[in-house]
């Protein structure tokens, strides 16, 4: 009698704390707010959103590159049928060219976001219409762009309430990335117009070491024409993925 | 007050730096940028005044080491890529990039094993030594970790193939891919990567290797300034002939332009250097470059001396200049050799010189007077060629020569006249104290361009020749002037003292026609300016009585003028551009005047036309049939232009430009374009115009015509057609137009099946059928069930569209139970029914109409392709100077008797080539060369395809032996008094009984080949023999001396 009295005890305390565990669990659940709750099964929210954006981004990418790191260039010419901005200017003759904000990351970070925000908006309102069985509310985007080497990193927050019945669900990071060389073209374009600035007008040749910098860069072919006005297009180009960024220089112009 | 000032100060301070040139660093990326402006480096990026980024320390480069590679950067963009790429941070400041190559330094690379079998391949540094296996893959059996091998493969940071482990771990190395060597590692797809040769194979050049294209369009092998003095060098010698200085220095380059081309990623890239000659292509190795032209410099070497008014030269710098000159050579006394050019300025430093020999100046003492040496340019730049900015005095002029005097002397000879003498007494004149007047060079040191003096004549003396300013002189005899015009006619001495231009030295001409060209662009002219005196009184002028009052000089006046090079007033204009190289503005007006450069897609396209033509293209046209054409019918439009041109049109009226609108013609530039429409037909009554936007309910349509010529003229205002349908109900069966491929092609070897298309002139609906029977029972079969089917329909295009109109309507299927028997065909029968949107509204008057004659389609059976023959294969000997190892390849039956077009691509060792088409194809034989062979063993795969889609393919084995070695003697003997030997190779042997070896190749005798690797000669005992024998790849040996006794 004793020892089943025990064991009652032992019983009752095993079931108590059982209780206790999963009344901890349970409002740790209750009172947190998820930032990002793993997909249903049958559903991957997250994975319906960020191939979209990406996909933006990627859409517009070729385009921009090559015209020279801007859509919608000022000071421009036309190579291959399309608009070329100058990256580094100047119309007197032998005189060294002027540079432009081209290869500032920070400029092309906010132009390729304003480009493609409203597309990246529109990711989020097409998931919304080709789920109509699910009740989708969504707060403010916050959409940024940063180039890193190697890649972009497309940054997303928005939170959306997705519920269905008496599941509901909250995500708010929709961040993912674009395998790009776009960090290493701003650098080599950046070393190329340094060498165009920098060189020794009218007495050298101001035409950058392409060979040189394709042994130091070797991921990239970097081919140059030379117009008959001295106007200089450049032209790098990645091996791996085809990537193809074009720029012009008008420098040191020594046609008569 | 102040404070304005102050203002203004500031104000003033500021634009100067809004609008100044400075270092931009920014902060995102740790880059700086050279020469960028204050208002183009925002915040948060830091300007500095200091254009060269020397003053701002964020801007100090060093050598920052990502993994094994070390790169030469700043702090910033050292500390983000490294954390970018897992590396630690190590930067540290250099003041060059070639103190980096130090700081690479080769990784400890090993196993890491943790969490009892989980492993990782990784650096020394990033494990705990107890549980770092250094060297060791984590796949090796030995550390019994969890990864296993795999076959996959993938590209590492080190930039080679590895294999990979069941971990993701690198693992084996599979293949080196050097960039060095043309290489860089590729992944194919997720779990294979190959080294990719980016080098040009087909023409033997690696990836990154440049050369030059020289000024005549051809590859350029030296530098370009070498060539110019080797050959003049060559050249010189004691009488020049004329024209000869002109090819090999003074080249007449308008128009000429260097470039640069390069192996990119298995492809050739041309890159000019600057047009206009601003730029010359220096080839140095594999390395070209084009470097600018320093070409002004050269005339600023120029300087005149003001005490003798002659020209002074001033360092002219030679790597770059030369200084003209004429037969200014040198000769040492004794030597029969003469010393020119730039050996004759440097002659103090010549051996002989300094051996004390005595020098002999060769050139003319007429020449030294002349101040005729300058110095120019040893590629000359061009000039702007618009005709806008010729100038009589342009920039040319500083090769003008003169006005210069010239005196010929009054001879007190027997004659009493005027004469040149000849031979020895000619001199006298130069050579006279006159001398100090100077001829200017102007007097023809010939005698042969004299007529000599023969006293002989009567009433033969000088004229006068009314306009004579076309006429510099004009001494001539009595056949030319009527008495009434003789001048002194009792001056009986000369029966012509000279003849238009003749009198001048020739050599002086060219030398000045020479120098003009050496300026750039610029052209000579002679000018005479008669005998010095006025109009009014020619024989006044004629006797000029001297400055000096001297009565027995005539004073001659010469000008040459240096102008600027005109083109043609007509050229070729399409000539620019047809060497493959790009055209430029100022090659394109060297052509002619005429000519008019273009950048229509900008500036990489220019096309150089014909700027006489500025009017468009006129266009009429011709139709079959004429308005109004039965529905659907195809109407052929021919277009006549008066010019070669190239047409587009459109079915809607669009912008004015032709590149806008939609559809070409034939794409044809040409002045007849033919080009078919397949004309819908009116709506209905009761049809709706918006389901048939391309339709109209009166049947009329209207065609939109522009057509382009060479110089870019297009007609603004479209040439319109305007075609007319019937509105009648169609009532004509679908027209088949076209198939593809065409009826009676081969199928391919044991195939029954094939996907055919055809074009027709409306929509339809279409069914096939082994037998010719009603469109309704064509492919009819009954199912399992029971039920008729259909197998044998076609899918066709059954919409209205305005491409269907411009292109026609495309049904497509597959073709069925073809015959494989080789030599049969299989004939199938084809019927079509139009106007599929009548289904099920046909009335009384629109009905649907059927093909009664079916359209017959062949297809064939062919053989299979074979590929009987590949040569060269297995062990291919050759000498050490092969160039290229031809290969050829034979195909057999197929569809067409062997033709097929193939291609080959070369495996050394791991490395694939790209495929490469047969230089000559598309034959039943095939042939190419590969280019600069190497010693190894190529692995060649060919692959063929003929008409029909027969593929044949092979791969062969070609091991390249270079034979460097000499025959050897395998064997010698004497028989029957003959000495043999027996060699190891083929080869051709010599002998001689004395002199030893040395010279038996050249005066030996021959040995009898007896056969081909076996010779003998009769034999002399006791005497020696040396025998020297030479293989047919040019190596040869020479044997120790064989005596028998």
Redesign the interface.
Known sequence: MKNRGKKSQITLFIVLGILVLVGIISLFFLFSKPEFVKPTKDKDFYNEITPCIKKTLEKVLPEYLEKGFYFDPNNK??????D?SYH?YTSAKKT??????A?????IEKELKEKILSDVENCFKDFKNSNPSYKIEMGELNFSIE????RINLKAKREIKISKGESEQIISNFDSYLDSSL?DL??IS?EI??QE??CNC????C?A???GL???Y??Y?I?????????R?YTI?D??NKTKLNFAVKNCD??? | MRFKFLFLVIFLFGISFVYADGCCFDVSSGICSLRVPYNSCPSPNIWNPDSSCNALSECSMGCCVLGRSVSYTTQRNCQIESSAKGFEFQWQPSSSANQCSSLSKAQTLGACIYDYDFCKFTEKKQCTPENFHEGKLCSDPSLKTRCKKTEKTKCFDDGNVYKVDSCGNRDELVNNCVYSEGYICQQKSSGEAFCKNLNCVDIGKKNGESWCIGLNGKILNSDVREVVFKKTNEKAGPIKKKGEAKDYIFQDNVGTRFFRQICIDGKVVTEPCADYRNEVCIPNGNNAKCVANPAQDCFAANVLDEETGLNKIENCDPEWCFVTRLDDCLQFLGEENIICGEERANWRNLPQAKAGIMVLEVSSDLMKELSLPMCVPKITTGRDLSSKNYSAKGECSIGDYGPKHAWLDHDMGSCDGWRIKESSTYNTIINSEEKRWGNAGLISLDPKDWKRDDCAGVGVGFCKVPNYSNHPLFFEGNKWCSLEDRFEINFPGMKSLASSGKIADPKLIELLNQRTIGLGDCAGKLNWLDVEGTTENIAESIVKRGTEGRTDHILFKFFFSAKDWRPPSSGNCTLCGADGLPCSEYRCKAIGKNCEYKEPKGIDSGVCVSSNDLRSPTIFHAQDPQNPVPPFSSVKIILNTDEDSYCKFDLSRTSGKIDNMKYETDGKFSRTHEFRLTMSRALREDEDVNNYPVLTKDGKYEIFIRCEDGAGNYNVNPYIINLEIMKTPDQIPPEILEFYPPSNSFVEFNKTTKKIKFRLNEPAECRWDLEDKHYDEMGISLNKEGNLYNLNQFSCDNQITEENIAEGFFCEGELRNITTVIGNSTRFYIKCQDQPELEGKEDQYYQRNKNNKSFQYVLKASHALEIIDFSPIEDYIAGSSIQNISIQLRTKDGAERGKAECKWRLKIGDVLSSWKLFNRTNSSTHIDLIPNPIETLYKIDVLCKDVAGNKASASYNLNLIIDRSPPKILRAYTSTGHLTISLDEKANCKFANNDGCIHVYNNGSSMERIKDKEFKTSLKKGTPYYIRCEDLFGNSACYPEIVVY
């Open positions: 010419l036309v190579y291959q049928g399309k070329v580094c060294i060219c002027t540079r432009n904000d290869q500032s990351k920070t400029r180039i890193v080497p190697k960090w701003i650098k950046n117009l340094n600035s920098s009218p007495v050298d040749s035409t070491d392409t060979i394709m042994n130091k070797n991921d072919a081919t140059f024409f030379t117009g008959s006005k001295g106007d297009v180009k091996y791996y020594k046609t008569p």
